[in-house]
């Protein structure tokens, strides 16, 4: 609770991807130099594609599921600065934003370095049974907390639209669902 008042000052519209991580298998985590999004898989070489969901009516993969988003200032208060302990919250990008529901609502899209391009979907990012038991019960607790929920300390949902490779330092900028595609040579509108 005493360091919430980092995340929420993270920045609100441009930020920074600081880490991310692809889960070859479950419990199986590879902290990336350069990761590849795909519209139809995901992050490439991530297990999400031969996941079952109890949410979809064939138990296919969740579309709207296809990444899961953190703030990485909140992973470092409940983890430390060791990124490969961050990579244990078995999120895919690791981002330092605002990502509380205020700031970015369900459709709000993320340009993340020249190209890529993903959608924040209306599925909740919850902690579960293995969040609590990697970072203590009292993270737990504050990401289900009223705050918690509004803060999105347990990250989002999302799902690419644009597919490019991307890297930890990139630019992540938001903008409204209602502007479109960005280009490339449209991406410093958003900054």
């Not at 991310?20 to 999004?37: I, Q, Y």
């Not at 909140?74 to 302990?85: M, N, Q, S, T, W």
């Not at 993903?118 to 504050?142: L, S």
Request: a negative charge; one cysteine or more.
């Amino acid at each position: 609770m005493e360091g919430l008042h980092l995340v929420r000052r993270s920045p609100r519209g441009v930020g920074t991807l600081a880490l991310a991580v692809r889960r070859p298998a479950v419990d199986a985590r590879e902290v990336l130099s350069l990761a590849e999004l795909d519209p139809d898989v995901g992050l490439i070489g991530d297990s999400w594609s031969q996941r079952p969901s109890s949410l979809t009516t064939d138990r296919s993969p969740h579309p709207d599921m296809q990444l899961n988003v953190i703030n990485s200032r909140f992973i470092e208060l409940i983890a430390g600065p060791d990124r490969d302990a961050w990579a244990l919250a078995g999120d895919q990008l690791y981002v330092d934003l605002d990502l509380s529901v205020g700031a970015l609502p369900a459709g709000s899209r993320l340009a993340i370095g020249d190209r890529a391009v993903i959608e924040v979907t209306d599925q909740p990012h919850n902690g579960c049974a293995k969040f609590a038991a990697r970072f203590g019960r009292d993270a737990h607790k504050i990401v289900w907390s009223e705050e918690g929920q509004r803060l999105r300390l347990r990250g989002l949902n999302a799902r690419v639209l644009v597919g490019a490779t991307i890297k930890a330092g990139d630019t992540v900028r938001h903008f409204p669902a209602d502007a479109g595609q960005p280009h490339t040579e449209r991406l410093s509108t958003y900054e």
